[in-house]
């Protein structure tokens, strides 16, 4: 029997159905092997030579492959259409090579499909070919010049800047447009400008709404109405107007489909529709492709192939009508430079299984619509409007309004499928307006826009605060006439808007950076990374992300370029084209790369972090609007602010350069609006003590402090704030209150020792002499009362050891006191009883009988134990007569990939960049 491997056991189990008893369908469970996480994986001195690592677990699956191989030698390797899978296959032969597995004379053939259905496996193993090593080749480039990047910029990070883990070729990017746009925002400063609007009716009594857009005889730009007094102004210009219709202009419109799935437009709209990230849509698209049920998910393409538009056109024709199938089908042209990568589009194998046919999960069926609406529309008949725009004229020549919308003539494609916005278009042309005609006079309708005046009130607006002037109803935001038919409202400019998933994906597209199956992995990479986060939808940078880019734009300018970038992806487009070779890429890039990186060995981290102040000024310390340096330390007014690191954990912190006279610090952030970091205030004076309360910001959060350092008194009085008090809401008393912990509960029933609530290292507590219990999220340690306290306290005590300070669990026996001192117990475990002498646990056999151990039979088990040099500190006496010198080579062996290679593998970007 032929041997067929494929990626996955899904797959496999879907295909093996298909081709029958004379195949055995294997899976290799993705790649089978990788470049070492170590330096001098890829030897820059020797042609770029590249040194790989079976993967462990792999190990299991080549072994089941080559022993499958030795009952019938033909090897078909039909793992994915792309370059990822033609890597994978490569990868593949080379292991059974190197195992014997694969001789000279082994028949060794690559199929592809693009879709695993019945005919599509079929057909593709009646067209055999080999392994295209241009598409090997240019993943072989990418996944170098990713290590290089990793392993040599990542090491950079680490000793210049702390807290910053890793760079990559593509991620760091990415991340340059988040943190960008971040700085857009930031830098935005908002304007004012004011929109007129009037209900009006026509003589029939039919009404809509229109826009004032010139003023004495001037078209209105944006700004021309900058604040409420003109607003009102131009409320009375449109009041005192007499209005007819001076124009009516209809005009013929169509919008047609947009074309079937790729990879970014399936992540983007995902995104949009569904709430689904990057990687939760690839997951699931996986799924359903694995299944059988849609086309390979990973594609740049837009074309479908001939079969699957004449199926898409029957299911129009059958479910829609013939009015909705164009006379010819549409075609869709891709993108994509080279014709071995541009696959078909993503789409239903089967056009009419509606997604109601199968029987899928939530996530997959909802996908599956979104896949076969999109597909179907695209060779829909397009959809046709009537846009009609009305100008309204004053006879008194003070005042122009307009108003437009539109009718749709036929829905086409919008039957079924319309795609979405990424944000909202503030379009009017969807309203649809009443039949007007040139010439009627028209009369002002009242009250209807008053729900609108009063929803633009500012929060907090009493109805008794509106006032009234010259006629007129005004607050704030707003001014309308008595009667509510003129409505004039305050907006600002507002600034761009964060990315989401799906905006950042169409950007990267935009921009060509990244491809179809590294999307997912990059906005995964850099959320992992801590550099951004996820809020509310949108992508938010932190302030790691910010150092990282700070550092990056300024001394390694060249690699965070889109343009450079994107270029290096036209080289590797080119290389799987065939069109350069993949070693010149890579020694053009090692070249300038590898200078770049010496370049920044004698850099001193205090030169790289005032440069970082200089580039994150603006962020870091905002102008305060008096003139002063924004730098200067809000404390002793002497120093300066400064970026700041620690040794202790690594990281960043704002600091003064007084220190350390003066010890002032915050975390690494924005400041408040205020200018004084992060909300930094004096909230009143403690009436026992006399002494000033201020709320103050360290390296680990917001904190309260009574008083100031002093000779007597070094460390003055502080506590942390908890989880989800705000800084903003804190009062004096509320202060004072955290100053006062820990506080004393009462007696403990049991003991009458005391029980106390505090907030330490870790978090809001209660204790009870050596247990301390966590208050759970939402309790407050303000409040906490006895009864809540004790119930903690006993629920910690309960679990035994496992936490500090918990209760000794009683022992099943006590065997009597060990040579070397201390109790022998048998204890009842979580995996079965136990011997305990001081720190030392030892698993009793399945064969021992706990009522019936001996002292004899517990020593010679914790002797054994002990001499592993595990479970805590190594025993006295018997420690030392165990022969334990293996222990400590073997401890060593496994402690050595976690220094030098554990660091190299934060690093590297995972093979996606």
């Known amino acids: 029997m032929a041997v067929v491997v494929v990626e996955s056991p899904a797959k496999a189990k879907t295909i093996n159905a298909y081709l029958g008893r004379d195949f055995t369908v294997l899976a290799s469970y993705g790649h089978v092997r990788d470049l070492p996480a170590k330096d001098g994986s890829v030897d820059t001195d020797h042609g770029f030579e590249m040194t790989w690592e079976v993967d462990p677990k792999s190990q299991k699956h080549i072994r089941a492959i080559a022993e499958a191989l030795k009952e019938d030698g033909r090897l078909i390797l039909a793992t994915d259409p792309d370059r990822e899978g033609e890597a994978i296959s490569w990868h593949l032969l080379e292991t059974l090579r190197a195992r014997r597995a694969v001789k000279k004379d082994t028949p060794v053939e690559r199929v592809v499909f693009n879709a695993i259905t019945r005919s599509a496996v079929t057909e593709a193993m009646q067209k055999p070919r080999d392994i295209d090593m241009e598409l090997v080749e240019a993943y072989l480039a990418r996944r170098a010049l990713d290590y290089l990047v990793g392993f040599n910029l990542s090491p950079v990070l680490w000793r210049k800047l702390p807290g910053a883990r890793s760079a990559g070729r593509v991620q760091s990017v990415a991340l340059r447009l988040i943190v960008e746009r971040e700085m857009e925002i930031e830098a935005f400063r908002p304007r004012e400008y004011w929109s007129v609007r009037a209900l009006l009716a026509t003589p029939s009594g039919e009404t809509f709404e229109a826009r004032l857009v010139s003023l004495d005889g001037r078209r209105l730009d944006r700004f021309d109405l900058g604040d409420a007094d003109a607003a009102a102004a131009a409320v009375k210009a449109v009041l005192g107007a007499e209005l007819s219709v001076a124009s009516v202009e209809a005009k013929p419109a169509t919008r047609n489909p947009a074309p079937p799935f790729m990879t970014s437009t399936l992540q983007q709209e995902a995104s949009r529709k569904l709430g689904f990230g990057a990687q939760q849509t690839m997951r699931t ?161 009242g009250a209807t ?189 002497a120093g300066r602010l400064s970026i700041k690191t620690s040794s202790k954990n690594n990281s960043a912190f704002i600091g003064c350069s007084n220190y350390p006279e003066c ?104 204790k009870h002499g050596r247990i301390y219990a966590n208050i759970p999220a939402g309790e407050d340690v303000l409040t906490i009362g006895m009864n809540r306290a004790v119930t903690l306290i006993a629920e910690k005590a309960s679990r035994g050891p496992g936490g500090r300070g918990a209760a000794a669990k009683k022992p099943l026996r006590e065997l009597g006191d060990h040579p070397d001192g201390g109790p022998v117990a048998v204890m009842s475990g979580r995996y079965g009883p136990y011997v305990k002498w001081e720190k030392v646990n030892a698993t009793l056999p399945k064969t021992a009988d706990p009522a019936a151990i001996t002292m004899e039979e517990a020593l010679a088990l914790i002797a054994a134990r002990a001499s592993k040099g595990k479970g805590g500190r190594t025993a006295k006496g018997s420690a030392k007569k165990a022969p334990a010198k293996k222990a400590p080579a073997k401890k060593t062996a496994a402690k050595k990939p976690a220094t030098k290679k554990s660091a190299g593998a934060a690093g590297s970007p995972a093979g996606k960049g």
């Open 285 to 445: 698209a996986q799924t359903l492709y694995e299944a059988g049920h849609i086309t390979y998910m990973r594609t740049d393409g837009v074309d479908m192939a001939p079969e699957a538009v004449s199926a898409a056109r029957a299911t129009i024709a059958s479910r829609y009508g013939d009015r909705y199938l164009p006379a010819k089908p549409r075609i869709y042209k891709s993108k994509a430079k080279n014709a071995q990568e541009a696959h078909e589009c993503i789409r239903p194998t089967v056009m009419d299984r509606a997604p109601g046919d199968i029987r899928l999960d939530r996530d997959q069926a909802r996908l599956y619509e979104l896949i076969w609406q999109r597909a179907v529309a695209s060779q829909m008949e397009a959809a046709r409007f009537e846009r009609t725009t009305v100008e309204i004229a004053d006879a008194r020549g003070r005042a122009g309004l307009r108003a437009t919308g539109q009718v749709v003539i036929f829905d086409g494609f919008l039957a079924v499928y319309e795609e979405g916005r990424d944000e909202p278009s503030g379009d009017e042309d969807d309203r649809r307006l009443p039949q007007i005609a040139q010439g009627d006079r028209l009369s002002r309708a």
């Open 449 to 637: 826009l008053v729900a609108a005046f009063d929803k633009a009130a500012p929060d907090g607006t009493e109805p008794a605060a509106i006032r009234v002037e010259g006629g007129l109803r005004r607050h704030p935001a707003g001014v309308i006439d008595a009667e509510g038919a003129v409505l004039a409202l305050q907006s600002f400019t507002q600034p761009p808007p964060r990315y989401t998933e799906a905006t950042l994906v169409k950007r990267m597209e935009e921009l060509g950076i990244g491809r179809p199956s590294t999307y997912a992995s990059i906005i995964s990479t850099i959320e992992d990374r801590d550099y951004v986060r996820k809020e509310k939808g949108r992508l938010v940078a932190e302030d790691k992300g910010r150092l990282v880019t700070a550092f990056l734009v300024n001394y390694f300018p060249r690699y965070v370029e889109y343009d450079f970038t994107a270029g290096l992806e036209e080289e590797l487009d080119d290389i799987s084209g065939g069109r350069i070779d993949w070693k010149d890429v890579l020694a053009r890039f090692w070249r300038d790369f590898s200078a770049a990186v010496s370049d920044t060995s004698e850099l001193r981290i205090t030169d790289v972090l005032e440069k970082i102040n200089e580039a994150l000024g603006p962020h870091l310390f905002p102008d305060r609007g008096d003139g002063s340096d924004p730098r200067l330390c809000p404390v002793c007014g």
């Open 663 to 766: 010890r002032y610090t915050r975390p690494f952030g924005a400041p408040s609006e205020n200018g004084e970091a992060n909300g930094e205030r004096v909230l009143g004076t403690d009436p026992e003590t006399g002494l000033e309360v201020s709320l103050r910001s360290g390296r680990f959060g917001p904190y309260v402090q009574l008083g100031e350092a002093t000779e007597d008194t070094p460390k003055p009085k502080r506590s942390s704030l908890p989880k989800g008090v705000s800084p903003a809401d804190l009062t004096l008393e509320m202060a004072l209150n955290l100053l006062a912990l820990p506080r004393v509960l009462g007696p403990h029933p049991d003991d009458g020792e005391p029980v106390e609530a505090g907030i330490g290292r870790f978090g809001p507590y209660v």
